[in-house]
Every structure is written in C-alpha cells, then in structure tokens.
C-alpha cells in the first residue's frame, strides 16, 4: 500500500496572558519540524484569523508527506522538547484531529488563495487526468450507458486528484498560490 501526505490539525488553549510567548515556542516548534523528513509545511492560525468562526483556540496546521514521517515527527525529541516548552502557556489538552480530501489542499486560511488561483490550480489537475483517463478507458467504456461512464470515470478523477494529483499541484505552486499578487 503506498502512502499518501497526512495533515494534522492541532487546538490548543492558550492561557491568558501567554499569548507571545506560545506563539514564540510554537513558531521554534514549526522551524524544528520543518527540518524533519517529509514535511511539507505547517501555519499557526491565531483566534479570530477567521472572521466566519468565532474560536478562542490556536490551531497548528501540519503537514507531511506520508504518515510514517509524520509518526517520526511525532516521537522524536525535538518534538517532546518542544512540547515540554509549550506546557507552561496552554491549558488542558490539545486536539488532535487527522484532516484528509481534495478541500484540504486549499483550506488554509488565512493564506488561502484568491478563488481565482484555486480554480486555476485546480483546472490544471483536473483537465491532464480527465484526458488520461478518458485515453486510458475509452476503449474500455464505449459501448457503456453515460451514466456508468460518468459515475467510474467521476470516482477515478476525484480519487486522482486527492491523493496524487492535487498534493503535487500545491506543493509546485504554493508560492504562486499564497503570494498576494
């Protein structure tokens, strides 16, 4: 089975008044993990970066390429000596929530990109793996009803574009994707 990059979304309670200082260890814990195998990046979103959510809480956006490097992330010291500095300034446990699908890729706010870059991001997945696998099932498929066609060929293209397609288009473009002009 071959893996496939792996998001984390990670709550925490900050205490009042430890606001500078859990953003200081956490930006360090952020610089530490990018050093790791297979990260492929993380954003700190501070209570009220989104004005459509009322939330009180921080979060650490966090990814890697596959699960495995995540795990090593994970239980390495870095990570623990970094926990351990946080400690102080947070209260109660943290969340740990697994984040997967297509929406993922572009629900970074607040860098997310203007629609416009999404959508031609996202054009330029669908349309190369939609021609792929119209050549690669043409044959095959001809002589089916449209609407079978249409349901195995939308099933290939969604499952393309999650987990192949959409991760390396975001990877390649995410400099163009967040930047502001």
Known sequence: MSEHAVTVLISRNVKTGCEADYEQVTKTLMDAAARAPGYLGAQLVHPGDDPEVEDTMYHVVLAFDQQSNLNSWQHSSERRQGMAALAPFIEGEPSFKPMSGLGLWYQTRPLSPPRWKVAVVTWLGIFPTVYVLFLLTGDLLKSWALLPRTVILTLAVV???TWIVAPQL????????VSHR
């Open 159 to 161: 499952g393309v574009m």
């Open 170 to 177: 975001t990877r390649l473009f995410r400099p163009w994707l």
